[in-house]
C-alpha cells in the first residue's frame, strides 16, 4: 500500500474528546508552522493573543502638527495625538480527523504515520486559516467562511476600483496605487500586492511576450516582474470564479489587494489545542486541532481592493 492509500485510508473526519493545551513553545511553533505555509498570512503582522478579544492602540496625528514660530509669542494652539483602537475578537476553528489502527498497524513506517498525518492536517489547517482570513464573509453561504469577515469584507471600508473584467496590466495597477491616500506610500518598501496566481500569470505573460532581455528574464523566472518596485505576490486563496459586482455582469472574475505588509493584522491565541482519543468500537484514534484567530486592517484608509478582476482564458 502506498503512502498515499494510506494517508486516504487513514484520515476521516469526526467529532473530537477532549484533551490538552500545547505549552508555550509548542503553540509558538504551531502558530510559525501556520505563518509559514501561508501566503497573506506570512506577510501579515502576527499578533499573539493572550485572550479570545484583544485591542491593539493606535496612536494617530490627524494632520500637521508644526507652526511656524513667532518671536516672543506662544503657539495660538497646540496638537494633540489621536488615539483609536483596533478591537481583534477571535472565533474558534477546529480541524477533526481520524487514524485507523489498522492504517497504524499496517504501515511500514511504524509510529512515524501517526506524527506524519498530524504534520499534514497542521499544514493543511494553515491552508484553511488564511482561506477564512481572506474569504471569511458572516454572510456567506459557506458554514466555514460564516466565522468572520475576513480581508475582503473588511477591505469594503478603504477603497475600491473595478477593473470591470481587465486582467491586470500597468493601466490597472496604475489605478490601484493612486487610488492609495499619499500618507501610505512613504513606506513604500512596505507596500504590496496580492492578487490569485492565474491574475499574476498574466501580468507576468505581459513581460514576458516582449522581444527583449526583460521579456527573456520573465520567461524564466519564477517571479513575477513588480510594479513601481512593489511585489505582485501570488495568494492561491483569492478565488478566481467570482460573480461579477457593482452591476458587471457575468462570471469568473477575482480581486485583489494593495496595502502596507503591516496593515495585515492576523490574530492567533496562543492557546493551541491537539487532542487525542481512542474509540476502540471503531478503531480508531480521533484528533482535532483547535485554535481561535482573527482578522483586520489596521486601518482601512491604507488598503485598496481592485474588484471584477479578470483572467485570460
Known amino acids: 500500500m502506498s503512502p498515499d492509500e494510506l494517508l486516504q485510508k487513514a484520515v476521516d473526519t469526526s467529532d473530537l474528546a477532549a484533551g490538552g493545551l500545547l505549552g508555550t513553545e509548542q503553540a509558538n511553533r504551531f502558530i510559525d508552522l ?30 500637521r502638527v508644526s507652526k511656524l514660530k513667532a518671536e516672543g509669542t506662544a503657539p495660538s494652539s497646540l496638537s494633540e495625538p489621536v488615539f483609536s483602537k483596533v478591537t481583534l475578537s477571535a472565533v474558534e476553528v477546529i480541524t477533526p480527523f481520524e487514524v485507523t489502527f489498522e492504517a497504524l498497524e499496517d504501515n511500514v513506517a511504524g509510529g ?113 516582474p513588480p510594479y513601481m518596485g512593489i511585489p505582485l505576490v501570488s495568494a492561491p486563496n483569492i478565488p478566481t470564479n467570482l460573480a461579477g459586482v457593482g452591476g458587471q455582469a457575468g462570471t469568473g472574475y477575482s480581486y485583489g489587494f494593495l496595502t502596507p505588509r503591516s496593515n495585515l493584522v492576523f490574530g492567533i491565541q496562543r492557546d493551541v489545542r491537539v487532542d487525542k482519543d481512542r474509540d476502540i468500537l471503531r478503531g480508531v484514534n480521533i484528533y482535532a486541532i483547535t485554535t481561535r484567530i482573527a482578522v483586520e486592517f489596521e486601518d482601512d484608509d491604507a488598503v485598496v481592493v481592485a474588484v471584477n478582476v479578470g483572467k485570460s482564458a
Request: glycine share 8%; proline share 3%.
Open 34 to 63: 501556520v505563518t509559514d505555509q501561508a501566503v497573506m498570512l506570512k506577510q501579515a503582522r502576527v499578533v499573539r493573543m493572550r485572550a479570545p478579544r484583544m485591542e491593539l492602540d493606535k496612536i494617530g496625528t490627524g494632520g
Open 112 to 224: 512515524n504515520l501517526e506524527s506524519t498525518i498530524i504534520s499534514a492536517m497542521a499544514k493543511q489547517t494553515a491552508t484553511d486559516l488564511e482561506e477564512l482570513s481572506i474569504q471569511g464573509d458572516k454572510g456567506s453561504a459557506d458554514a466555514f467562511l460564516q466565522g468572520l469577515d475576513g480581508w475582503r469584507v473588511l477591505a469594503e471600508g478603504g477603497h475600491k476600483v473595478n477593473l470591470a473584467g481587465a486582467t491586470l496590466s500597468k493601466t490597472a495597477l496604475a489605478t490601484m496605487y493612486k487610488a492609495l491616500p499619499n500618507r501610505f506610500k512613504r513606506d513604500h518598501a512596505d507596500l504590496c500586492l496580492f492578487f490569485a496566481p492565474a491574475c499574476v500569470q498574466d501580468w507576468h505573460d505581459s513581460f514576458a511576450d516582449r522581444p527583449t532581455a526583460a521579456g527573456d528574464s520573465a520567461l524564466v523566472s519564477a517571479q513575477a
